[in-house]
């Protein structure tokens, strides 16, 4: 079965600590991937996205991610957090055998302290 | 543009009555998606519409569960004779066709006594 899984639940860091979430997925053929945030309070809102091209993709706030084809990963990198990077991130994967669908991971809650 | 716009945000309901929910998307949005999230996972799909009509459902989804888009524009998902498993945030996102990027609403959280 198709399946996206993010390696931590929680994450707790100190501000300009670098932070990277990991994404793996299960599907075969073309995806299409994506990191999506909430920020407490907030509506899910995109971060990320990657369909082609360039393997490093570079999104809002300073984030970044790399897709890696053959680990079926697409992790999600931040040199230096803030405190207002405090949020729940979530890797999602459209494609495989159903494009009509969106798979989220569980999410990673990230705490940054001051 | 306001928005994804949800209704109502909270629902609090007795088990065994039924519920419905109002999503109205982005205008000329075309797709429009319903997850359910619960506590310490992320959005589980449920249903897809293109337009008015609905491409894809999950095979999760119980008889009780069903979703319209009459007219291409707002959408309703209805659950029936709710049950305590039902209790959860239930989202709405919508996307043009052009741009596969999910803009999502606020959720209706449903709770079930």
């Known amino acids: 079965a198709q399946s996206v899984s993010q390696h931590n639940h929680h994450v707790i860091l100190s501000e300009a600590a670098s932070l990277e979430l990991g994404c793996n997925y299960s599907?075969?053929?073309?995806?299409?991937l994506f990191w999506y945030v909430q920020y407490p309070g907030q509506h899910l809102q995109l971060l990320l996205k990657?369909?082609?091209?360039?393997?490093l993709v570079k999104g809002i706030k300073g984030f970044e991610a790399e897709f890696i084809k053959s680990k079926f990963s697409f992790n999600l990198r931040k040199p230096s957090v803030q405190w207002s990077d405090t949020a729940e991130y979530f890797c999602?994967?459209?494609?495989?055998?159903?494009?009509?669908?969106?798979?989220f991971g569980a999410g990673t809650q990230v705490v940054v302290t001051p | 543009d306001t928005g994804v716009s949800q209704d109502p945000r909270h629902k609090i309901t007795k088990r065994g009555q039924n519920v419905t929910f109002r999503c109205d998307p982005i205008?000329?949005?075309?797709?429009l998606y319903w997850y359910r999230q619960t506590l310490g996972q992320g959005p589980e799909f449920l249903t897809y519409?293109?337009?008015?009509?609905?491409?894809?459902k999950s095979r999760l989804l119980s008889d009780r569960f069903s979703a319209e888009r009459p007219k291409g524009s707002f959408s309703t998902l209805e659950i029936q004779r709710t049950e305590q498993g039902d209790s959860a945030m239930y989202l709405c996102?919508?996307?043009?066709?052009?741009?596969?990027?999910?803009?999502f609403g606020a959720g209706t959280r449903l709770s079930v006594l």
């Open positions: 205008s000329e949005h075309n797709r």
């Open positions: 999602a994967v459209r494609g495989g055998d159903s494009w009509g669908k969106f798979q």
């Open positions: 990657y369909f082609s091209g360039d393997p």
């Open positions: 519409f293109q337009n008015e009509a609905q491409l894809e």
């Open positions: 599907y075969g053929g073309t995806v299409n």
């Open positions: 996102a919508s996307s043009p066709d052009r741009e596969d990027i999910q803009y």
